[in-house]
């Protein structure tokens, strides 16, 4: 997936994973309680490192991005360095202590691109200003962690606690009447008229018990039309694998990070610089 993203070509990808030199990565601070907090402290570290030239990007550009996104799946928990170690998907099976690897890896891939949408835009924006690779990762890191975005799993995992205290009616009726719409909820009709097609596939993967909270959550959801998001899957999956906490936004990021490099790349070897105007709508000045 990353090497079609990258360079168009289906192989040759996972080889520069396999020899990421992880290791020459600064780790985060013991500090760091979020898996945001550890990514961005990663990226930090990476911006210490020599920039990579993303304008014409050669194969030495394509080694070092593969080596920040495995530095930033080891800050997410994902174990081994070097050669040998298998793909991404299995490093953070064996940190996250799960069985689940062919999950995981539908899930990196699903997330890995979306059009457009706002932390896709942020990479292409600050690429076209010849920002390094780790400024370009950082900024769209810092708009994939808004609540509307890839933070809306954080959402989702205290509507599902309230799904568990109270029953998905009594929790759904609260929450819409606080806030005016669900968390997990798909509301890209225009998109995708039946729904997410990534939580589909994600969901459709897990199994979930009829009557438990996380189906009877998907249900409600259903019934208020739309359907569960993307962001529900991956919370689903989180709990149902018994991943750490917080591993639904680090899965949505990890997985999104080599989508941005593919757009970082996109827009800088454009060559121009992302710049839209604006049109005064106010009152006419005196």
């Known amino acids: 997936m990353t090497g079609l993203l990258w360079t168009g070509q289906a192989d040759g990808a996972g080889r520069l994973f396999e020899s990421a030199a992880t290791a020459a990565s600064a780790p985060p601070p013991p500090t760091a309680a979020t898996t945001a907090d550890r990514l961005v402290a990663c990226l930090v570290a990476q911006r210490r490192r020599p920039a990579l030239t993303l304008r014409a990007p050669t194969a030495a550009t394509f080694r070092a991005a593969a080596a920040i996104v495995a530095a930033l799946f080891e800050a997410a928990g994902a174990t081994g360095t070097g050669t040998g170690t298998g793909t991404l998907a299995q490093r953070l099976a064996r940190g996250w202590r799960t069985d689940r690897v062919d999950d995981l890896r539908a899930a ?31 900024a769209a890191l810092c708009a994939l962690e808004g609540r509307r975005h890839g933070g809306a799993t954080r959402e989702v995992a205290s509507f599902l606690d309230e799904v568990q205290r109270v029953g998905v009616a009594r929790a759904s009726d609260r929450v819409l009447a606080e806030r005016g719409w669900v968390p997990g909820l798909w509301r890209g009709a225009s998109l995708y008229p039946d ?42 999956l989180q709990r149902t694998a018994r991943l750490p906490p917080d591993s639904a936004f680090a899965i949505f990021a990890l997985g999104r990070s080599a989508g941005w490099i593919a757009h970082a790349l996109e827009a800088a070897a454009e060559g121009r610089l992302i710049r839209p105007r604006a049109r005064y709508v106010g009152p006419p000045p005196r």
């Open 195 to 236: 729904g997410d097609p990534r939580a589909h596939e994600l969901l459709g993967r897990l199994d979930l018990p009829p009557d438990g909270p996380i189906a009877r959550a998907a249900e409600r959801l259903r019934e208020l039309g739309g359907g569960p998001s993307i962001d529900f899957a991956l919370v689903a």
């Open 108 to 138: 990196l891939i699903l997330c890995a691109d979306h059009e457009l949408n706002a932390s896709a835009y942020t990479a292409r924006v600050v690429a076209s200003t010849g920002a390094t690779l780790a400024n370009v990762l950082l």
